[in-house]
């Protein structure tokens, strides 16, 4: 049956980039894992090209750990030094929706089905970015043999602070009207997808907790009694109808997973995103403020350097500015492409799981339309022996 991962791969390409000196990436992350220690690495298909043509082709293998040093390193490095980028941002919510089921059907989707989609989507949304696609800290990533893992440890002040700030930019005005729509519709509708995923990923793990309990029910109408027994043989034919059902919510359930679900738990992090830029522009406007209110306080003898960090801050809030409204653009514009294909993906899949389904399913019945049991006499309470008359 159809494995929506198939669906994914092919849809989720990264778009053609603009003609550049510098080199850029298309990676696949392989059905290939490598298990060292406690570390499960996924291998990386890397082809690094220069005006569209294939300059070099690689594999490489990452870890979990090596993704998430990698998304700090981008939000500390790059997000924190350039004000209004909104910078791609890995997921953190759980890929496997239950660990306490087994998984029987594992084996038509690829192991760790759900992690590598995760993973693609976020390297795609990395290269995709005009600027961080073509960072250093994203080629290293994509080229070195090993990657190192940067580990950032922040001081209580500092997360003491950044709680303050959280709490100071909620109910903070911005003086552009833009942005302060945005901050408002975004927090609207943060709330409205996440409450949306959740309820997908109950209405989702249900099918498979139906389809587990299918696959007991198929389980205790499967007969050890004698194969030629007109009523076992009906029931074992029961069996492989629920057996088959069974295996459609499992599908169905994994379709799910693959492509809604893996986008939502994406889109997610990226509103999250959007928010920490808003937040480092609030930080931007408290500073400014204070600027002001320093430069005016200010005697003749600091004058000068006041009137000068009163014009950083206002050149750092006016590149806010203007990158800030290029990347709300961006996010939008890819957000909703990503959301489409997600939801194009979600349908083809489980239509096709559906419709494979029921043809096997339509098969069940002609099979038991075309069988005519043998009943013996009433007074003979021997096992039927015709081949003919008592098998499908």
Do not use: C
């Amino acid at each position: 049956m159809m494995d929506a991962s198939e669906l994914v791969f092919q849809n989720d390409q990264p778009l053609p980039m603009r003609s550049t000196l510098l080199p850029t990436f298309s990676v696949s992350v392989m059905d290939k894992t490598e298990k060292v220690g406690e570390k499960t690495y996924f291998f990386i298909s890397v082809q690094k090209l220069l005006y569209g043509d294939l300059q070099d082709e690689s594999e490489i293998r990452r870890s979990i750990e090596d993704f998430r040093s990698l998304d700090r390193r981008i939000r500390v490095e790059i997000s924190e030094n350039m004000p209004g980028i909104i910078a791609p941002r890995l997921s953190n919510r759980e890929t496997t929706l239950t660990e306490d089921i087994p998984d029987n059907h594992a084996r038509f989707m690829g192991k760790y089905a759900s992690e590598r989609i995760i993973l693609q989507r976020y390297l795609i949304t990395v290269l995709a970015h005009p600027y961080i696609g073509q960072h250093k800290l994203t080629s290293d990533f994509l080229t070195s043999p090993e990657s190192s893992v940067v580990n950032y440890k922040f001081s209580l002040g500092r997360r003491m602070t950044g709680a303050f700030e959280d709490l100071w930019g909620s109910s903070y005005t911005d003086p552009d009207p833009y942005f302060e729509e945005r901050k408002q519709k975004m927090a609207a509708y943060s709330g409205t997808v996440t409450e949306f995923a959740n309820a997908f990923s109950l209405q989702n793990i249900n099918k498979k907790n139906l389809s587990s309990t299918l696959a007991l029910l198929s389980h205790s109408l499967e007969s050890n009694g004698h194969p030629k027994d007109s009523l076992l043989k009906l029931w074992n034919i029961a069996a492989e109808v629920i057996k088959q059902e069974e295996y459609g919510w499992h599908l169905a359930y994994w379709n799910g997973e693959l492509t809604l679900g893996t986008f939502l738990k994406h889109h997610i992090a990226q509103m999250d995103s959007f928010k920490d830029m808003m937040q480092r522009r609030t930080s931007l406007l408290q500073e400014l403020d204070n600027a002001k209110k320093t430069s005016e306080k200010a005697k003749p003898p600091k004058k000068e350097a006041a009137h000068l960090a009163l014009a950083k801050a206002e050149e750092a809030v006016q590149r806010s500015t203007v990158t800030g409204k290029q990347e709300i653009h961006r996010l939008k514009e890819a957000e909703t492409k990503g959301f489409r294909q997600a939801l194009i993906d979600y349908a083809e899949s489980q239509m096709k799981a559906a419709q494979e389904t029921y043809e096997v399913l339509l098969e069940q019945i002609r099979r038991i339309h075309e069988w005519e049991p043998a009943f013996p006499d009433e007074d003979d309470t021997s096992i039927p022996t015709s081949d003919s008359n008592s098998s499908l």
